[in-house]
């Protein structure tokens, strides 16, 4: 990453405002509650989540996780997430990186979240190697993203929109990126994968393919 794509990751003063007032409490409306939850279910440990927003997902952590360190490059998200972070379940540290760069020692962690978040890294690949390095062999990367569509016809939209004016307004999110197949070449193994649209679309929405899963980092020797 270069030192300009980290600026640009780190201020979107116009996204955060419109994330936090408007697009978070639709996602909620659509439904979102549900997936965060089962997303989280049964985590333990120490975990860390990347592109935290202003901290949706704090609220949903089970009581089996030991502390979760919850990055977000984005200041007035951040400053939001740090104030989620005070009425959580269990403890929540809000720091300041980006994913592509995690400021952790190998091995650091049971579990890792990307919640929403892979669509909008400037490097997905750079992320998940991050992620794999800090989490230690056995724990579980758990994702729920949206990503590329099933159908040519809705792919080509994505290509045309990521490439023009979607990451623009979305806070540098690309709507048709395989984040499946970015989660394997990294090195994990995929566990579970669900793949559905959300919201329930009531027209074709270039935003609207799911997924929801768990990769494990294999432990050495390939048992996982
Ligand atoms: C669509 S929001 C999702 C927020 C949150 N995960 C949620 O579920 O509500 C995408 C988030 O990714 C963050 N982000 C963008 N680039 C990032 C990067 N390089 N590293 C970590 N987070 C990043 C944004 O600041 C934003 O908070």
Redesign the pocket.
Known sequence: MTPQTTAR?RS?PVF?RV?AKY??PA?DRAGITEY?RRLLSGLTGEVV??????G??FAHYPPGVQRVVA????PR?RSLAGRSARTAPVPVDVVGA???QLPYPDSSFDAAIA???L????DPHA?LAELHRVLRPGGQLRFFEHVRADTPGMRRVQRALDATLWPLLA???HTGRDTRAAIVTAGFTITSLEKFPFPEPRFPSPAATHILGTAERPRAGGAS
Request: charged letters at 15%.
């Open positions: 990751a979107r955060a994330y697009a978070g996602l965060r989540e990347i592109g935290a927003g202003n949706l997902n990055v977000e490059p984005e998200l980006v994913a592509e919640c929403l978040t669509c909008s890294v400037a992320s806070g540098g999110c």
